[in-house]
């Protein structure tokens, strides 16, 4: 499996601009992650999601936020408008269910987001 | 799920082990000691997790003490590679409503 893949890999966008964050998480796995990093906050759980339903989305910053996972395969991380203080660094993750044992999440390279 | 609390920084000669400590006086039964290292501009990487059993993986080694409020990865050989920054967290199965919450970690240094 080539593990979790996010793009792309590096957006710059103007205030005001809609940006969205595209993740693709490993192949049969139940769990997905959408965090944000700065220097500032460091890593932060935005939302996450179980087979496709929004389990936990009390890290989403604001209405701006909105993430969507309409498949297993396929989970997006939608900011509109955009502000330069959205400027960061966004992961996506994902792990097998706690039932199968091991829950150990896999990171994606990240998205790093620049808005001018 | 339980705070935890690690050293900002930490340094380590190569080739010695690093023992990275962490304190969650307040961890619960059901809760879960995981480790995580985030090395520069990648994604956090997996390391090691137990329960109240001391493990040990091909990367590295887990000890819990046995009131489990605290722990120490060992790093038994340190490379330069491993300088990253050490996520310690404490939580539950995710099946039982637990969140991969990362708080400030332990940013370990390994010097030549």
């Known amino acids: 499996d080539a593990g979790v893949i996010q793009s792309p890999r590096h957006e710059v966008t103007e205030m005001g601009q809609e940006v969205t964050l595209r993740c693709k998480p490993i192949s049969g796995h139940d769990y997905l992650f959408w965090y944000r990093q700065t220097m500032m906050r460091g890593l932060e759980l935005l939302i996450y999601f179980n087979n496709n339903v929004p389990i936990d989305d009390s890290g989403m910053p604001e209405d701006r936020f909105s993430a969507k996972m309409p498949n297993a395969s396929f989970s997006t991380l939608k900011i509109q408008p955009s502000e330069p203080r959205d400027s960061a660094v966004y992961f996506c993750?994902?792990?097998?269910?706690?039932?199968?044992?091991?829950?150990?999440?896999?990171f994606g390279q990240g998205t790093r987001l620049t808005v001018v | 799920d339980a705070k935890t609390t690690q050293p900002t920084s930490m340094d380590c000669a190569e080739g010695r082990a690093a023992n990275l400590p962490c304190n969650h006086s307040t961890i619960s039964g059901n809760e879960y000691v995981y480790w995580y290292r985030q090395i520069h501009s990648q994604g956090p990487q997996y390391i090691i997790h137990g329960l109240k059993n001391n493990e040990t993986n091909e990367m590295a080694s887990l000890i819990i003490t046995e009131d489990r409020k605290s722990s120490t990865l060992i790093l038994p050989h340190a490379t330069l590679r491993d300088t990253a920054v050490y996520y310690c967290i404490v939580r539950v199965l995710l099946n039982q409503g637990g969140k991969l919450i990362f708080g400030q970690g332990t940013e370990l240094s390994v010097k030549p």
């Open positions: 993750a994902s792990s097998l269910p706690s039932w199968q044992g091991d829950t150990e999440a896999f």
